[in-house]
C-alpha cells in the first residue's frame, strides 16, 4: 500500500501531516490517527533515550552515539571552551532508501 502524498505543501512533513495522511488513506478517524502517530515517535524516543538502536527495515537505522569531551573555540573571540561529552542520534539510511533518493532526480 502507498500512501499519497500529494497533499502536502510544506517542505517539511509534520506529524498533523502524518496523522491527516492515516485519517485520509487508511479512514482512521482524526483522534485515532493522531494518538498512532504520537505513539509512534514516542516509542521510538523511549527506545532511543534507553541506550537502544531504532531498526526500520527499508528506512533506516537510528542509533545513539557517546560523544567524548573535546576543546572547542568561540569563533567569534578565539577563546577556547570545554565541550561537555554528549549522547547524539545518528541515522543512516538504508540502501533501499538512498536507491529511492537516487533514482527521484530534482526538478525533474
Not at 41 to 52: A, H, K, M, P, R
Request: hydrophobic share 40%; glycine share 6%; net charge neutral.
Amino acid at each position: 500500500m502507498e500512501l499519497a502524498v500529494e497533499s502536502i505543501d510544506s517542505p517539511a512533513l509534520t506529524k498533523a501531516q502524518l496523522a491527516d495522511l492515516l485519517f485520509e488513506e487508511i479512514g482512521l478517524n482524526k483522534r485515532e490517527a493522531k494518538d498512532m502517530v504520537d505513539a509512534f515517535f514516542d516509542l521510538i524516543s523511549q527506545s532511543l533515550v534507553d541506550g537502544e538502536d531504532v531498526k526500520l527495515s527499508g528506512f533506516g537505522n537510528f542509533q545513539i552515539r557517546t560523544k567524548a569531551p573535546r576543546p572547542g573555540r568561540n569563533p567569534r573571540t578565539g577563546e577556547l571552551i570545554p565541550i561537555a561529552a554528549r549522547r547524539v542520534v545518528t541515522f543512516h539510511a538504508s540502501s533501499k532508501l538512498k536507491e529511492l533518493i537516487q533514482a527521484e532526480k530534482p526538478g525533474a
